[in-house]
């Protein structure tokens, strides 16, 4: 196998279409593990694309709760202070910071799938004081509709390999904000909101987020703690996931694909209203 961009490598491949077989040249997806660490203490390890890692190490400390804002964060840095490592990410934190043992600990490395994965306590798994999302934000559902073409339209890397997730984040207008690839979904949505926190703009108090996947229980504790008003996903969401999302006032939405999508709570943001035959 040959390597090209640390985010995409390349490889033969036998081609079966219609009986016919051909060799040829296919692009793969880098997937490479990220240790992050605090200090000279390890804290996790997850499978990622490489590309926007302090954004990812960044978004996972404040989603964990681990961090409030990126003031505390003093650096970040590759392994030994350059690009040589850039598997090893170092987060210094402010002088005098304390970290809550149970937020951090783990029993083994987490998968790129599923930051729950590892956690060494359940009761560990809720954040505590997640505040309720801005209740004014509004959006036409027919603007949510058009989201998932313009995400597909800018995933430069899905282009090339078709085994991406993605997160973005869009104005109530339909303007793309920015956008973040990864072969986990959950580290698509921590680089995203890495890149929100260290570009000052959390809360996300007047954007929606669309992923990727499914819409699970932490994909939606992230949101929150992103203080993201709407979250919509191209799959389904869980029934852990719509209970957290219907007690912290989240709009969650599920199924965005081409004009249809379900709402599982917060309906009341995309103004809407039974048709009266249903």
């Not at 000279?40 to 804002?69: C, N, Q, W, Y």
């Not at 809720?126 to 058009?146: H, M, T, V």
């Not at 998932?148 to 890397?157: F, G």
């Not at 680089?191 to 819409?215: M, N, T, V």
Request: hydrophobic share 40%.
């Amino acid at each position: 196998m040959e390597s090209g961009a640390r985010s995409v490598n390349y490889s033969t491949v036998s081609e079966w279409n219609d009986r016919k077989v051909r060799r040829l040249h296919d692009s793969l997806v880098g997937e490479e593990p990220l240790q992050i660490r605090l200090g000279k203490r390890p804290l996790s390890v997850t499978m990622r694309t490489p590309g926007d890692d302090f954004e990812l190490a960044a978004g996972f400390l404040f989603t964990e709760g681990i961090i409030h804002s990126a003031k505390e964060v003093v650096s970040l840095r590759y392994g030994n202070g350059s690009k040589s490592d850039q598997n090893v990410v170092h987060v210094e934190l402010k002088h005098g910071m304390t970290v809550n043992s149970m937020r951090t600990k783990r029993n083994f490395p987490a998968n790129s799938s599923c930051g729950l994965c590892g956690k060494a306590y359940i009761e560990g798994c809720r954040l505590q004081g997640i505040k309720r999302p801005n209740p004014r934000f509004r959006l036409d559902p027919e603007i949510l509709c058009s989201f998932p073409e313009t995400l597909r339209s800018a995933q430069v890397l899905f282009d090339r390999t078709g085994g991406l997730h993605a997160a973005a984040l869009f104005e109530a207008s339909g303007k793309l904000i920015a956008v973040k690839e990864d072969v986990g979904r959950h580290n698509a949505v921590d680089k995203l909101i890495g890149w929100a926190l260290l570009q000052g703009r959390i809360p996300l108090a007047d954007c929606a987020l669309l992923a990727s996947g499914r819409g699970g229980f932490e994909i939606i504790q992230k949101s929150l703690v992103a203080g993201v008003p709407l979250l919509a996903s191209v799959s389904a969401a869980s029934d852990l996931a719509v209970q957290l999302a219907r007690e912290c006032g989240l709009t969650l939405v599920g199924f965005l694909r081409g004009r249809r999508f379900v709402c599982y709570c917060g309906e009341e943001r995309l103004g809407l209203t039974p048709s009266p035959e249903s």
